[in-house]
């Protein structure tokens, strides 16, 4: 779909690395640690007079990957952006190919391959979207919420979502804190659709009693309950569940997406952009998925609205089963360093932008605001 399209040729001329520093509205607590403060990299892309926007997911510390911002810094820096600074591209797919020769490191290459689409994208005067094979105006999104110490806080923030529109709650879980929690949220808001997140905290050995009983609660799914390397227990633990299995940490690329399925590990993915390499990757292991009759969605990242933008053109697709972690820029930010900010429909979607590329203009004066620091990058023509 991507390779036969009209060739345009980029020549990429100048990469500038912005880091930046934003506090979230609320502190994010899941069971590998806190986030407060997100450090977050741009990458901006330039070719004549178009500029194309990348974002890292990572975070200060590696408890949700082995990444972190800074171990994104020295990979653009020391190898992807020497080895694509002054070069012609004619695709996207090719792009993508001279990144591989870097082993890992999937949110450095992310953050690029981002940047490289968006910028392709505005040459052609095309949404993203439209390249992708994307048919959705608008996606279903959903919320995810961090682990509370007070049921009754938990319980008003779940409301206070659901006032706003989200029409899919996410809960994180963890032991000793997954089923007394799921109970009282169940009795206070018997129907609404509800789904948990462990993020790797569970060991079947350990906690099969508990996450058998995750079965009384008409979950959606779980999702990651067990360790990110335990294909087979999670196939084990799949086999003895009613609920959907969904893997998050475990997919880290395309192979692993295919010895999950062969495996029989889950029946859900949840396809993050930066966790498997970017774009290419995710379309990849998205066909494998819907070959393979296992359900998808978009999972987020508490990207700004820059990520969310690239993850709202991959949630077009139009077998995307499942409401995405793709909430709006209120959610995270007291201010999104995007214009529009993403707004929620009253009836629990987002629009996916129109314009060419990611279809929202980056607010450099807000952006600026929380610059730690800046590296410039030229090519030598
Ligand atoms: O496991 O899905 C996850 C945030 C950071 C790291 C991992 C995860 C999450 C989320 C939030 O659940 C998703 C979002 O709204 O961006
Ligand atoms: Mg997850």
Redesign the pocket.
Known sequence: MVEAMCQTSILIDRIVLRHIRMRLREE?R?SFGT?TWRDIIIVEMHSENFIGYGESAT?SFPG?SYETYETVLLILKKFLIPRVLGKRFNSPHEFRELLEFVRGHPMAKASLEYAFWDLYAKLLGKPLYELYGGTKAKVPVG??IGIMDKISQLIDVIQYYLDEGYSRI?L?IAPNHDLDVLSKVRDVFPDINLQV?A?AAYDLFKHETVLLKLDDFDLTMI??PLHYFDLVDHAILKSKLRTPLCL??SISSYHIAKAAIKLGSCDIV?I?PPRVGGIRESLNIYRLCVENGIGTWI?????TGIG?AHLLHIAALPDIAYPS???ASS??WKEDIIDPPHKLNPDGTIDVPKRPGIGVDVDLDILLKYQIRSWEFKSHF
């Open positions: 994010f899941t986030t975070n949700y919320v995810s996410k994180k997140d993020n999702e990651q998050d940490e949840n993050k999972g987020g990242m508490l990207e969310k972690d793709i909430s959610r995270y």
